[in-house]
């Protein structure tokens, strides 16, 4: 069984081929999803997506950074409100991105710390999207260290110092279709980092693993990462897959 621990199923990328493609997953052994927040415009989807796919389909709740706006007061007032009012299994995906725009910040960094709070008020783990901000990341989950702070850095693309910091704030390293990527490097030392610390992700539809490099990525196309992950530890898939999928089961609880 593998599990995909970061997918945006319900995004428009799916909207003709879901059924389709969710079949070619599970042929492949995927049969859990974990699915990440953008802001309040995709909670409709989420929910649907849940509705039609009960079994398989577990949603967190969060106001992505790059979605941090004029209006993020209103977009974490949101978010709060969803936590009232259902179980979500993580608060994601949050965190800091410099990449897209440079001068958000400061309100960045304030929506990532009231979002962490949220998760430890909730006892949830926290699902880190990092983008160009490795240190502003570090930054705020200094200020947030304790034994209620842990989660997933998600689409880790580090060093292995940086790998070794995030663990050391209680965080696995989330591992999708970068690590097969000739320009990738975590493939480089991935091997140094205990297969405890590592879950697996697509993040589909987008980072597709090589050969769909720069296609829609989908779920189906964890088989090819699990596959490269097994060689750079030289274990079986069926042994990545058992590991990583126990780890997911202690980050979400389930």
Not at 111 to 134: D, N, W, Y
Not at 145 to 173: P, S, V, W, Y
Request: aromatic residues 12%; contains cysteine.
């Amino acid at each position: 069984m593998l599990t995909d621990t970061h997918t945006h199923l319900y995004s428009e990328a799916f909207s003709h081929d879901r059924d389709a493609m969710l079949e070619r997953a599970r042929k492949v052994g995927i049969e859990r999803y974990f699915i990440p927040a953008i802001d309040s415009t995709y909670t409709q989807a989420m929910y649907e997506l849940e509705a039609a796919y009960p079994d398989i389909v577990y949603l967190m709740m969060g106001l992505h950074p790059t979605s941090v706006k004029d209006n993020y007061e209103t977009e974490l007032a949101h978010v709060e409100k969803q936590f009232e009012t259902r179980k979500f299994y993580a608060v994601g995906e949050i965190g800091i991105d410099l990449y897209w725009d440079k001068s958000t910040l400061d309100i960045q960094q304030i929506a990532f710390k009231r979002q962490i709070q949220l998760a430890k008020k909730h006892k949830l783990p926290i699902v880190i999207h990092c983008r160009e901000s490795f240190d502003e990341i570090f930054e705020v989950l200094e200020t947030e260290r304790d034994q209620d702070l842990f989660g997933i850095f998600h689409c880790f693309t580090g060093t292995i110092e940086q790998a070794e910091r995030a663990i050391n704030f209680g965080m696995k390293l989330g591992i999708g279709g970068v690590v097969t990527f000739k320009n990738g490097k975590i493939d480089q030392f991935l091997h140094e980092i205990d297969l405890n610390h590592i879950v697996l992700e697509t993040d589909s539809p987008y980072l597709a693993p090589v050969p769909y490099r720069g296609k829609r990525n989908e779920s189906s196309y964890l088989e090819l990462i699990c596959k490269k992950v097994a060689a750079i530890y030289g274990k079986t898939e069926m042994e990545i897959a058992e590991v990583t999928t126990q780890n997911s089961k202690i980050v979400f609880g389930i």
